[in-house]
């Protein structure tokens, strides 16, 4: 019988190629260079296929690869996503997206935020926190990782996989235009700043336009949180002032409606929920299959 582990590797493999094999049809549709896209993501599968399938203790340095593949490969699909975006979307929601926002709030709060508070301080620290998002998967996931706590890890692994990928099909084909490309600029004194310049400098070259609602940086920053209150209780509470951080330096840095913080929140417990109950129920029937 398979580990826990084992499992959710494998589940973690078939959403990788399942994400991989969609978005290598959707290529085929509209976009002009498909043919080495597609070869391409065939060739990402084979890579899959055969680490999923290898018998025996790999090497080292293929035993890492074969567990961070997917955390590698987030960042790769999702300057992808961009292009496909364009090409198969339909980006009619940004026009309700941001009429539900003005209903909502009678008025944008990711632009009233830093005008009603203007402080050098917050907006450091908040864009610090943005930032710092980027290091929750390698810092929390690491750490169980080379802690050996192998079911922590790969639950963590198959659940950011499915919210990454769940998020980039959404951008794929409803994308929406985000206040980062439609609002100006936070002003001075807030501009200019270090962590202000860092995280526009990153987010200019790894952004991908359409990919804003739902939010990925509330949504990973949640299933984050909500692994390591289930596994490490104390480590939640160390990485808390960066997941709270983060969803109030999404509006307030002008990168996301509050819709994307609330659709961030929903994606994320959708998945973690689905995950647990599919899981207690899978638990369930071993228990009950069991000759007595």
Do not use: C
Not at 46 to 51: N, P
Not at 147 to 166: C, D, I, M, V
Request: aromatic letters at 16%.
């Amino acid at each position: 019988m398979h580990s826990y582990p084992d499992i959710l590797q494998q589940k973690t493999d078939r959403l990788m190629i399942a994400y991989l094999a969609v978005t290598a049809a959707l290529s085929i549709a509209r976009t002009p260079d498909w043919p080495w896209r597609v070869a391409v993501h065939a060739a990402a599968i084979a890579v899959v296929i055969w680490l999923a399938s290898h018998r025996g203790p790999l090497p080292a340095t293929l035993r890492f690869v074969r567990d961070w593949y997917p955390a590698i490969s987030f960042p790769l699909l999702y300057k992808e996503v961009e292009t496909l975006a364009r090409a198969v979307g339909n980006w009619g929601l940004t026009g309700y997206v941001r009429q539900w926002e003005e209903g909502l709030w009678s008025g944008q709060p990711s632009l009233w935020m830093s005008e009603r508070l203007p402080s050098i301080f917050l907006s450091e620290y908040l864009h610090f926190m943005y930032f710092a998002y980027i290091l929750l998967l390698p810092a929390v996931g690491g750490w169980w990782y080379f802690s050996k706590q192998r079911p922590a890890f790969h639950e963590l692994l198959f659940l950011l996989t499915a919210t990454y990928l769940l998020n980039y099909l959404f951008y794929i084909l409803l994308p929406v235009d985000s206040p980062f490309y439609l609002a100006p600029r936070l002003e001075e004194p807030l501009s200019d700043q270090f962590f202000y310049n860092l995280v526009h400098f990153f987010s200019a070259r790894g952004g991908a336009r359409g990919g804003a609602f739902p939010s990925s940086h509330v949504a990973v920053s949640t299933v984050v949180w909500l692994a390591a209150w289930r596994w490490q209780p104390r480590l939640a509470l160390l990485i808390t002032p960066v997941v709270l951080g983060v969803y109030a330096a999404t509006v307030y840095g002008r990168f996301h409606y509050t819709l994307d913080v609330f659709a961030g929140w929903i994606v994320a417990l959708a998945v973690v929920g689905m995950h647990r109950r599919t899981a207690s129920a899978s638990r369930e029937s071993q228990i009950l299959s069991r000759p007595l």
